[in-house]
Structure formats: C-alpha cells, structure tokens
C-alpha cells in the first residue's frame, strides 16, 4: 500500500480549470494503476477517472469526458488529474486512490487512498 497526497484544489469560477496533483511515496508507484474519486457533501462516492501503470489506458466517468484529462508522471511518483470547463456540479472533494488495475478504481476496490483535496466551483 502506498501513501498519496493531493494537492491542487481550491475556488473556480464556472468554465475555468484547475490541476489536481497526487504525490505517492514508496518507489513501487510504477505499479499501481492510479485514479481520482469525488464525493460531493451529502452525496455517494462517485469514480471520476484512472490510469494504468504505463499511462496507456485510461477510464473516465460519462460525467467529466471531454472536460478532464488523467495522466502520470512515474519518475516524479505523482498523477495528475487537468480539470475544464468545470461545472458548479464538480463542487466535491476529490480523492487520490491506487489499486492493481483500472477496473478496481472504476468500482472502488482501491487499495490506497489520500486525504482529499476540496474543489468548489462557483456559479
């Protein structure tokens, strides 16, 4: 299990952008497919995006496609989430999570997760 930290979030106005990063320790980061979550208050956890280990396949949920890009760099341990064109419904905080493959961040079988980076996007 590694450790992550977000960073990144903060206040937008409706239709700007912001970049979320995700630091992780250890240096075993190359292996873990990586993602983002979001949990909006009084709301379920809802997936938003993940990468795999190589950066070659990627997973978005219908919601943010088109608007948000996840990429990684391995020889910096970090992952990136670009946000645009964001929406007062982005409003969530947003979590950094690691797992063996995509398909485990998708439905939630992550094996590690940060503390959350809150995103509020204004009307």
């Known amino acids: 299990q590694v450790q992550l930290v977000e960073s990144g979030g903060g206040l937008v106005q409706a239709g700007g952008s912001l970049r979320l990063s995700c630091a992780a320790s250890?240096?075993?980061?190359?292996?873990?497919?990586m993602g983002w979550f979001r949990q909006a208050a009084g709301k379920e956890r809802e997936f938003v995006a993940a990468?795999?280990?190589?950066?070659?396949?990627?997973s978005y949920a219908d919601s943010v496609k088109g608007r948000f890009t996840i990429s990684r760099d391995n020889a910096k341990n970090t992952v990136y989430l670009q946000m645009n064109s964001l929406k007062p419904d982005d409003t969530a905080v947003y979590y950094c999570?690691?797992?063996?493959?995509?398909?485990?961040?998708?439905?939630?079988?992550?094996?590690?997760w940060g503390q959350g980076t809150q995103v509020t996007v204004s009307s």
């Open positions: 250890g240096r075993t980061f190359s292996t873990y497919a």
């Open positions: 999570a690691a797992a063996s493959r995509v398909q485990l961040i998708v439905t939630g079988d992550f094996s590690s």
């Open positions: 990468i795999s280990w190589s950066g070659g396949s990627t």
